[in-house]
């Protein structure tokens, strides 16, 4: 994980939406600062001007049956640049469903690259394991957590040469290329980018040449550019919470029992623990009582209402500091990632004064659990 330490207020600050591609970089608001932008470095002109357009959030204009998820649905796709040793001009792209941001079905890298002086979009899938990408999911709002990957980590998958016509940059790949998915042996993609559209037309093909996938023959999916769909605060201790969606309707209030799932990762993406994998909610008091939970905790709960998905980060000095916890596979000075749901919020008043349990098969101790 990269040092963030010097580009992360320590302090609370407002809710920011990602989306603000500045310069080729992404801002970041802090409290009493001037904000900040970590900018990466593009090779050329051409690359950083494409890079530009590509980065931000996009929905497309329509719902779609898109491959791979159940019924029709709009499409959210978020990109930002990011760094990947031994790949240079490279950006996160994270597709969704825009009513479950929370749980993208496809996570991939794009690169842009020179080929005999055109440039060329080049797409990697990630050589990691499902549970370990449900990490990064939502990273696109904070790109500066995303984990150190290498050229390792990434499988190349296609090629789409991009020829600039005024505003607008578009291509194809140059030809089909090998694929196993859906019952297509090979595949094929097409893309036209400007400001604040982006079409795109993947389709896959039979041993016959008949499309069993994607876009038909004269079709396609448009994007159009949007504002952020999540947001991202930097809270008191370096905790970072990014919002997929927060209703707002029912606010965690001073006294209440808040009842969670939630998954947690080291900032690599190794899981260390999951609610669902118990089969039971996790259920806290708020704020907890110093040394009944990890101390970034109660920070990134703040403002949480029952619906909320978020993904929040803990610096391992208000996660489980210096010991770690060898336990639960946790070393020393280890940052964590949590994926939250809020499920129910219990007022003090819904109980009537009385002592309620919590029955979650796990000692609050603080060892066990966040």
Not at 21 to 36: D, K, N, S
Not at 194 to 204: E, I, K, L, Q, V
Request: hydrophobic share 35%.
């Amino acid at each position: 994980m990269k040092d963030r330490r010097g580009r992360i207020a320590s302090l609370a600050v407002a809710a920011a939406a990602f989306v603000a591609p500045v310069a080729g970089g992404v801002a970041y608001a802090q409290e009493g600062e001037t904000a900040q932008v970590w900018a990466p470095t593009w090779s050329d002109e051409g690359i950083a001007e494409v890079a530009k357009m590509l980065t931000g959030s996009w929905r497309t204009t329509d719902a779609v049956a898109e491959f791979g998820s159940e019924g029709e649905s709009n499409i959210a796709m978020n990109v930002a640049p990011i760094s990947i040793q031994g790949v240079p001009d490279t950006l996160y792209v994270e597709t969704a469903r825009a009513d479950s941001l929370w749980e993208p079905y496809r996570q991939a890298v794009f690169q842009l690259y020179r080929y005999k002086d055109q440039i060329r979009l080049r797409t990697y899938e990630l050589l990691t394991e499902d549970v370990t990408r449900a990490a990064f999911a939502g990273l696109y709002a904070a790109p500066d957590l995303f984990p150190d990957l290498s050229r390792e980590d990434l499988i190349a998958t296609l090629d789409v040469a991009l020829t600039k016509n005024g505003n607008t940059y578009s291509g194809s790949t140059p030809y089909p290329y090998p694929t196993g998915v859906g019952g297509a042996v090979e595949m094929t993609s097409e893309i036209t980018l400007s400001n604040d559209r982006f079409t795109t037309a993947d389709r896959g093909y039979d041993a016959n040449g008949a499309i069993v996938w994607g876009a038909g023959a004269n079709s396609a999916y448009t994007f159009e550019r949007v504002d952020s769909m999540t947001t991202s605060e930097t809270r008191e201790g370096g905790v970072i919470v990014i919002d997929f969606v927060n209703p707002g309707e029912d606010t965690v209030r001073d006294g209440d029992k808040v009842h969670t799932h939630y998954t947690g990762w080291l900032s690599n993406g190794q899981k260390f623990d999951a609610s669902r994998d118990r089969g039971r909610a996790f259920i806290f008091d708020y704020p907890s009582a110093p040394g009944r939970m990890i101390e970034g905790w109660n920070a990134a709960i703040e403002g949480i209402s029952v619906g909320t998905h978020r993904k929040v980060f803990l610096p391992w000095d208000v996660a489980y500091g210096e010991r770690g916890n060898p336990a639960a596979g946790i070393p020393s000075q280890s940052d964590l990632l949590f994926q939250i749901e809020c499920l129910y919020l219990e007022h003090p008043a819904q109980t009537d004064g009385a002592e309620h349990s919590i029955d979650d098969g796990e000692d609050h101790t603080g060892h066990n659990h966040p």
